[in-house]
T-cell receptor
Framework: GQNIDQPTEMTATEGAIVQINCTYQTSGFNGLFWYQQHAGEAPTFLSY????GLEEKGRFSSFLSRSKGYSYLLLKELQMKDSASYLCAVRDGDYKLSFGAGTTVTVRA | EAEVAQSPRYKITEKSQAVAFWCDPI?????LYWYRQILGQGPELLVQ????????DSQLPKDRFSAERLKGVDSTLKIQPAELGDSAMYLC?????????????FGPGTRLTVL
């Protein structure tokens, strides 16, 4: 199977910056996705990287290094509503999407 | 904004009973996925459809689970008989064509509790 690792939990203060790391080992690579999932709700799409480098989308940015099997999701100007689980998902050589266990981010006032 | 619809949102059943979940993907999306998500874990693919055909059901416990997408639009996932270990969130997702840059969009899920 695929191996996708991300930290279990992170805590940060409102207005701060948090970086969620994801490392992966897959059979082939066809892109990496980040999803946000609030408790009891469905995952919602945040970002997609297939080439090395940084993709910026408002307060959220995602970085990919294919040679290192590494990605991070950067959340800036944290807001209380950003408290959620963040899922790293990798599409392998067969175009199958495998998810990490998720990182629960808690934003404190 | 188009969304993936699922019903019911919550289901409580006793073990050995049969349960069924329904999913209506975003209009025009040819690819449909069923995932199971156990609390504290990421979603795990159960079955993938391309139109009405099964593309991948390698992780579907076929002795008790079945899925169909008869007309290539909405889909039903069935469990018979349900077991305690089936308690989880069942998520349906759809994508336009299942290609390289294709993004999967998820429905609200069905939370199953087996007593």
């Amino acid at each position: 199977g695929q191996n996708i690792d991300q930290p279990t939990e992170m805590t940060a203060t409102e207005g701060a910056i948090v970086q969620i790391n994801c490392t992966y080992q897959t059979s082939g690579f066809n892109g990496l996705f980040w999803y946000q999932q609030h408790a009891g709700e469905a995952p919602t799409f945040l970002s997609y990287n297939v080439l090395d480098g940084l993709e910026e989308k408002g307060r959220f940015s995602s970085f990919l290094s294919r040679s290192k099997g590494y990605s991070y999701l950067l959340l800036k100007e944290l807001q209380m509503k950003d408290s959620a689980s963040y899922l790293c998902a990798v599409r392998d050589g067969d175009y199958k999407l495998s998810f990490g266990a998720g990182t629960t981010v808690t934003v404190r006032a | 904004e188009a969304e993936v619809a699922q019903s019911p949102r919550y289901k409580i059943t006793e073990k050995s009973q049969a349960v069924a979940f329904w999913c209506d993907p975003i209009s025009g999306h040819a690819t449909l996925y069923w995932y199971r998500q156990i609390l504290g874990q990421g979603p795990e693919l159960l079955v993938q459809f391309q139109d009405e055909s099964v593309v991948d059901d390698s992780q579907l416990p076929k002795d008790r689970f079945s899925a169909e997408r008869l007309k290539g639009v909405d889909s039903t996932l069935k469990i018979q008989p349900a077991e305690l270990g089936d308690s989880a969130m069942y998520l349906c997702a759809s994508s336009l064509a299942g290609g390289p840059a294709d993004t999967q969009y998820f429905g609200p899920g069905t939370r199953l509790t087996v007593l």
